[in-house]
């Protein structure tokens, strides 16, 4: 029987080494990446059968990266790991459409076992988030409520790149878009967001983890 293909998504390259090593033994590695932009390019390219990604990344952030893959790669089953312990996170997770939530602070025994679970169709949250895994799955299958504004998913990734610093002309670069377009969606956001600073854009992004 073949082995599960993974793809796992880690922007620190020692902690993405060291994981590496854990998978290889269980799990057929096919690729390895850095960034939530990487992360779509080699999903799609790479067809794995589990992603294994972290939440913040930089130039496109897991939980957005999630919902790209899911729209266009429904098949493809995906685990969080990440440092962030609250329930509110793991439902986010889930809404955007991962199947496992796992921390870094996990045993190893439990990173291997959240992805054969997640590869078998079964859903999987440590028990280190919440104790009550049912409690999680069935916030997580509520339709979002009021939330505060709408971002569309291109002023999401516009929004994180001005927050790590980008200039507009980086930022028109690397979603291959004119640097007008790229004015015209920053615009947009702070009509939407109700701010008229970058400060307070930057400040928005951190506060709804956008950015890490």
């Known amino acids: 029987m073949p082995k599960t293909k993974v793809l796992l998504a880690e922007d ?3 902690v993405a080494q060291g994981l590496a090593e854990l998978l290889k033994g269980a799990f057929d590695l096919v690729g390895i990446v850095h960034d939530g932009r990487s992360l779509l390019d080699a999903a799609d390219r790479l067809r794995p059968d589990v992603i294994v990604t972290d939440i913040s990344m930089p130039l496109l952030n897991g939980l957005d990266a999630i919902r ?3 729209a266009t790669r429904p098949e493809i089953k995906i685990v969080v790991l990440t440092m962030h312990t609250d329930t509110a996170m793991a439902v986010s997770a889930f809404r955007a459409g991962a199947r496992g939530y796992i921390l870094k602070v996990s045993p190893q025994e439990e990173f291997i076992d959240a992805i054969g679970h997640v590869a078998r169709g079964l859903p999987y949250v440590s028990p280190l988030v ?3 895994l049912m ?3 069935i916030e997580a299958a509520r339709p979002a409520g009021s939330e505060g504004p709408k971002l569309t998913p ?13 200039t507009m002309k ?5 979603l291959n878009i004119s640097p007008r377009t790229a004015e015209s969606h ?3 956001i702070m009509q939407a967001l109700g701010v008229d600073t970058t400060a307070a854009l ?3 992004a951190v506060r709804t983890k956008v950015v890490g």
């Open 68 to 70: 790209q893959i899911r």
């Open 12 to 14: 620190h390259v020692v």
């Open 130 to 132: 919440t104790p009550d």
């Open 154 to 166: 291109r002023q999401r990734e516009v929004l994180q790149l001005i927050a790590e610093g980008r």
């Open 186 to 188: 920053k615009y947009e």
């Open 170 to 174: 980086e930022v028109a670069s690397i």
């Open 135 to 137: 409690d999680v799955l």
């Open 202 to 204: 930057v400040q928005y």
